[in-house]
């Protein structure tokens, strides 16, 4: 005769508290080792040996499922468990409906579902960390200083939420605590908790933000150099581009440029034509030569805005009208004069990078001059900042109104001897201490490219000057930083966040050690026993702990008389 229906329900819910339990312990190892994915290989070993792993949990959950009556003939019965509390979790309830084929099943099955479980948990999260650290460090191969200064921003978010993190873990690690037999264990699962615990309390006294400051020292905002001009609204290094630029709020605009083989300066990133223009399909055999091998009529017939409509490098295009659209599909390669026309006529600043012209070109000696002649014929001189430092100390007498701006870092000294009057670096670069120096003696700096607003927070808070940016659409709404506050400010709340924990934590290790013992509450209450209130809130894990301790009798109390049903063992805890 087969098991009966309530035996049935209630094993279902038991298999869902094993299902569940090597499920989350599966995930939350795989997460534990996702932080340090070059030794997940240890782990794994570790994982099939430890005592403390889901794997073992799995082990003693089954071993302690077998003695309590799993039969190979399919039929299960729990002859000493106790009755399983009404109320029940929507997760349970499903698990509970996937694992009814299971219940019915044969002990070796349970011990493979569960050990599939726990090891799909881990395998899984850590097939998904190595991954994921793999692309990063492709993709962020030269930038991996931005996720440390992204810490200047989310620091103190992230504390309180570590904080908050080790706060609900201290209740699966307190019961884990008092469920060990070996006090050693203990130590070492308490003394590994503290110690992650207090380093995470001590992290904002080693924490650097410069958006932490006393209230009244924030500078103005960075003004806004567009890189190339608006590259997410139209073709870059085009005049569509640099009007849009300007309309979006850009103090200034920045560009590259070369010079044709006929002596004409034009407007071009790359050293070949390929990327953004279509001088495959005008001049199929010439694809490879340097851009500045083409004269200025050859520049002339090419496209510079399909490969915008066509690629959509950031994504934009679709949010663009019709008629932007049709503009930028009739873009061609602007020259420099048409550029500085632009910026003179809404009054901004310019800044270029001027390329040199490979060996053999016509003008690979007179290139300076050929352009300085240019800028002087179209702008004022002094909305240029000169970025080209060969033959500076030439260009700076010739043209002294030239806004003398280098491209690296160096000594005041040797920058007051060069004239220099503002700094053109790359954001990694970013140091309040540094930008605050440079500008005591009245040079600015310009930090490139920033397009995210949360970096565009941190040099406003670092006192940059100015930026250049993709984005200048986005950048130039932003009216003060995403994240700002006093030090009394960041004072309070880490203290507030260490203290709530401290207590949250000290509750639930208080509560779990008066929970395993059974205690009362109060003084003049009477003790609990096995079969009473206090029994309820056991669940099976609880087994898995003192399986050690089991004994397995067969069931002598089954008459002759009594219906006729498998005699299965049942369990005795001395």
């Given at each position: 005769m087969g098991p009966s229906l309530n035996s049935i329900i209630?094993?279902?819910?038991?298999?869902?508290?094993?299902?569940?339990?090597?499920?989350?312990?599966?995930?939350?190892?795989?997460?534990?080792?996702?932080?340090?994915?070059?030794?997940?290989?240890?782990?794994?070993?570790?994982?099939?040996?430890?005592?403390?792993?889901?794997?073992?949990?799995?082990?003693?959950?089954?071993?302690s499922l077998k003695v309590r009556g799993f039969t190979s003939t399919g039929a299960t019965r729990y002859t000493h468990a106790p009755t399983h509390?009404?109320?029940?979790?929507?997760?349970?309830?499903?698990?509970?409906?996937?694992?009814?084929?299971?219940?019915?099943?044969?002990?070796?099955?349970?011990?493979?579902?569960?050990?599939?479980?726990?090891?799909?948990?881990?395998?899984v999260t850590l097939a998904f960390s190595v991954t994921a650290t793999a692309i990063l460090s492709d993709l962020w191969s030269k930038e991996w200083k931005t996720l440390l200064l992204s810490l200047q921003v989310t620091a103190p978010f992230l504390h309180v939420a570590a904080?908050?993190?080790?706060?609900?873990?201290?209740?699966?690690i307190a019961l884990h605590f008092f469920r060990m037999n070996k006090r050693v264990r203990q130590v070492a699962v308490l003394?590994?908790?503290?110690?992650?615990?207090?380093?995470?309390?001590?992290?904002?006294?080693?924490?650097?933000?410069?958006?932490?400051?006393?209230?009244?020292?924030?500078?103005?905002?960075?003004?806004?150099?567009?890189?190339?001009?608006?590259?997410?609204?139209?073709?870059?290094?085009?005049?569509?581009?640099?009007?849009?630029?300007?309309?979006?709020?850009?103090?200034?605009?920045?560009?590259?440029?070369?010079?044709?083989?006929?002596?004409?300066?034009f407007l071009m990133h790359d050293s070949t034509l390929r990327r953004t223009t279509n001088v495959a399909e005008v001049f199929p055999n010439r694809t490879h030569l340097d851009a500045s091998m083409f004269t200025w009529a050859e520049l002339q017939q090419l496209n510079a805005g399909d490969w915008f409509l066509s690629r959509d490098p950031?994504?934009?295009?679709?949010?663009?009208?019709?008629?932007?659209?049709?503009?930028?599909?009739?873009?061609?390669?602007?020259?420099?004069?048409?550029?500085?026309?632009?910026?003179?006529?809404?009054?901004?600043?310019?800044?270029?990078?001027?390329?040199?012209?490979?060996h053999g070109h016509p003008y690979s000696q007179s290139y300076i001059n050929t352009t300085l002649h240019v800028v002087q014929a179209h702008i004022n001189s002094s909305q240029v900042l000169w970025l080209p430092s060969e033959d500076r100390e030439l260009v700076q007498a010739m043209d002294p109104e030239l806004q003398q701006?280098?491209?690296?870092?160096?000594?005041?000294?040797?920058?007051?001897?060069?004239?220099?009057?503002?700094?053109?670096?790359?954001?990694?670069?970013?140091?309040q201490q540094?930008?605050?120096?440079?500008?005591?003696?009245?040079?600015?700096?310009?930090?490139y490219v920033i397009s995210q607003p949360w970096l565009y927070t941190l040099a406003w808070c670092a006192g940059a000057q100015s930026v250049t940016t993709n984005s200048i659409h986005v950048l130039s709404s932003i009216n003060k930083p995403l994240f700002l506050m006093t030090p009394e400010e960041y004072s309070l709340m880490w203290i507030l966040t260490d203290a709530v924990s401290a207590f949250l934590i000290i509750t639930i290790f208080i509560f779990h050690w008066w929970r395993e013992r059974g205690l009362p509450f109060w003084s003049g209450s009477r003790q609990t026993h096995e079969n009473g209130p206090y029994s309820k809130f056991r669940t099976e894990l609880?087994?898995?702990?003192?399986?050690?301790?089991?004994?397995?009798?067969?069931?002598?109390r089954s008459t002759p008389s009594s219906p006729t049903t498998p005699h299965l063992p049942t369990i005795t805890e001395e």
């Open positions: 209630h094993n279902m819910h038991v298999m869902a508290d094993d299902c569940f339990l090597c499920v989350s312990s599966g995930l939350t190892l795989g997460l534990l080792v996702s932080g340090f994915p070059g030794l997940w290989s240890c782990w794994l070993l570790l994982l099939l040996s430890s005592h403390t792993s889901p794997y073992y949990w799995c082990w003693q959950c089954v071993c509390p009404h109320t029940h979790t929507h997760i349970k309830t499903v698990l509970c409906i996937f694992a009814f084929p299971l219940v019915i099943s044969c002990s070796k099955m349970h011990f493979l579902v569960l050990l599939f479980l726990c090891q799909t948990g881990i395998v904080v908050s993190l080790m706060a609900i873990l201290s209740w699966p003394g590994l908790y503290l110690s992650v615990l207090f380093s995470l309390y001590l992290v904002p006294l080693g924490m650097y933000s410069p958006c932490i400051k006393e209230a009244g020292t924030l500078g103005p905002a960075p003004a806004l150099i567009g890189h190339r001009g608006a590259p997410m609204l139209a073709p870059e290094n085009t005049v569509m581009s640099f009007e849009k630029a300007v309309e979006a709020g850009g103090e200034g605009l920045e560009t590259d440029v070369t010079i044709s083989y006929d002596g004409v300066p950031f994504g934009t295009v679709s949010s663009l009208s019709e008629v932007d659209r049709l503009q930028a599909q009739n873009q061609s390669v602007p020259s420099l004069a048409q550029f500085l026309e632009v910026a003179a006529r809404s009054g901004r600043l310019v800044l270029f990078d001027l390329r040199r012209p490979p701006t280098s491209g690296e870092k160096a000594s005041i000294q040797e920058l007051t001897d060069g004239h220099i009057t503002r700094l053109n670096l790359h954001y990694s670069t970013m140091s540094q930008i605050s120096k440079y500008q005591s003696v009245n040079i600015s700096t310009n930090l609880s087994d898995v702990w003192s399986v050690s301790s089991v004994n397995v009798r067969p069931d002598l």
